[in-house]
Every structure is written in C-alpha cells, then in structure tokens.
C-alpha cells in the first residue's frame, strides 16, 4: 500500500513532464515556421543549454533567438564569432506560442549569404 | 538584495564565468555530473526512507543508516556544486520560473528535516539499541516526510527547463 502510493506520486511527476514546454523541444513554439530579419544586438552565445542570439527587428523589438545545444549549433558552423554584433541576419524558425514572448527557436540562420542549419532536419519547414 | 539581484550577482560571479568560458561541452558534462550527484543523493534517500517507513525490517537500521547517510551527504554535495554552476551560467534566465520557486526552499526544508531526524533521540538511539513502537514510529513519519521533500525538489527541478 505504501509502496503503491509511492509508485503513484513518481508516475504522476513523470507524466507532468510530457507536456513539456519552452527550452526542451518545440512544444511551446507555434508549428508554423517563419522568417526574421534583424540587426544583431547580442553576438551567438554558445553557454548553458542552447545557443542564444538577440537580434532588433525594423520595429524594433528586441527577439531571443533559441538555437540548438551549443556543441550541435558549433558544428553546424556557427561559432562564438561568426557573426559580428550589428551585422543583419534572418531567422528561420518557430516563434513562441505566447504571443507576448518575443523568442524563435531557430532551424536555420542566414547570414553574409551562407546558411548555418542548426536544425537541418527540419529544413523541409521553411518556405 | 531581490532574488532578481541575486541571480544577476551569481551570472556575474566568477562561476559564471567559468561556466560560459570553457567551450560547447562544459554545460552539458556539469549537467551529467549534476544528475549523477542527484542519482547518489535519492538513491541512499529512498533506501534510507522505505527502511524508516517499515520496509525490510529485518535489516538492522545501523546497518542501513551509515552508508545511506554517508552516499547521501556525497550526492547532496555533488548536486549543490555543479547546481550552483547550472544555474549561474544564465542565472537572470531563471528569475520568474515557478519551479525553480518550488525547488529551492523544499530543498531547504529537506535539510531541515535532515537536521530534525539527527537531533532526535531515536535517531541517536539507533546506534546503539533496538528502538521502542513509539521511536520507530516517529522515525517513519519523518522518512515518509523526508521522501516527500526530495522528490517534489527533484520533480520541480526537473520542470525548471520545461518552463
């Protein structure tokens, strides 16, 4: 009896995990991929659990760009120092379903002319 | 000084630093090392708290209690060490996550517990004699609460990155 109360508690904090959000896969980003465009406000960081990147839209909103792992988003090419503060970049990804919550998990970012795939298997999403 | 404050001041710190500073890898091995002191600490915790609570009472408690609480008091460290690094590498990040809100102060309160059961008499008598009903009874009142504490911290810990 006891052990089955303790069985029941583990599995109902490991069922609240599946409807996961946010930093760990793309539950909590709108399935629809689309474009940014934007000068670099904040150089790619390749620390904590995913890359980051802060761009400024034309109206001047201030975008978190989610990349992939650091390691896979170094491997895909995009380094610390790729891409220069002020430099215009497009993103490609998915923005975040809270519509207040200006940040777009990223399949692939444009930048001088080449294309960094941090997330090459989603690559059929993008218009 | 706000929470808000105190996380700016740990991003800033120098663990913060090393954190970010030290290549693609670094997060992802001090995340390992993290859910390994995890694994050490409720591993011990759970054998200890079912033991408490009546499980396997033919097993003498003093044979139980001492590589438990010792493997426990490791995996704690482990966890708080390479937790403290988790967090300081995007500490701002985390002001305002629920969950991070739920899991620092029930680790407090596990470790009030923790000091609770080690100043009891019965926890002291263990050592050296067979306990009464009534000792045994509060011992497993406090490993039922002990259990509770560690994994709701450990569930909510888990969320922090789904947020």
Do not use: C
Request: glycine fraction near 10%; charged fraction near 15%.
């Amino acid at each position: 009896m006891r052990l089955n109360t303790i069985w029941l508690a583990t599995a109902i904090s490991v069922a609240s995990a599946i409807p996961a959000f946010a930093h760990h896969g793309w539950g909590g980003n709108v399935d629809e991929v689309t474009a940014l465009s934007g000068v670099v406000t904040e150089g790619v960081k390749l620390a904590g659990p995913h890359g980051t990147m802060k761009i400024m839209t034309a109206d001047h909103m201030v975008w978190d760009i989610t990349l992939a792992p650091p390691p896979r988003t170094q491997s895909a090419g995009l380094k610390q120092d790729t891409i220069p503060v002020g430099s215009v970049v497009t993103v490609h990804g998915q923005r975040n379903r809270d519509p207040n919550r200006l940040e777009m998990k990223t399949i692939q970012v444009e930048y001088g002319g080449k294309q960094y795939n941090v997330y090459p298997e989603f690559l059929d999403k993008i218009k | 000084m706000s929470f808000a404050q105190l996380m700016a001041w740990l991003e800033g710190s120098a663990l913060g630093h090393v954190m970010r500073d030290n290549g693609v890898w670094l997060y992802g091995i001090i995340n390992l090392t993290h859910i390994l002191g995890v694994a050490t600490l409720f591993g011990s915790v759970v054998i200890l708290d079912l033991r408490l609570l009546g499980f396997w009472s033919d097993a003498p408690l003093a044979a139980i209690s001492r590589p438990t609480t010792r493997m426990a008091t490791i995996g704690f460290g482990i966890a708080a060490i390479t937790g403290a690094g988790l967090l300081a590498t995007k500490a701002t990040e985390y002001v305002g996550n629920p969950f991070l809100y739920i899991k620092i102060p029930v680790i407090g309160l596990a470790l009030l517990n923790v000091l609770l059961v080690h100043r009891s008499s019965a926890w002291r008598a263990h050592k050296n004699r067979d306990l009464t009903h009534q000792e045994r009874r509060r011992l497993a009142a406090m490993g039922g609460t002990s259990l509770l504490f560690w994994l709701t911290s450990i569930s909510a810990g888990r969320m922090i990155g789904y947020w």
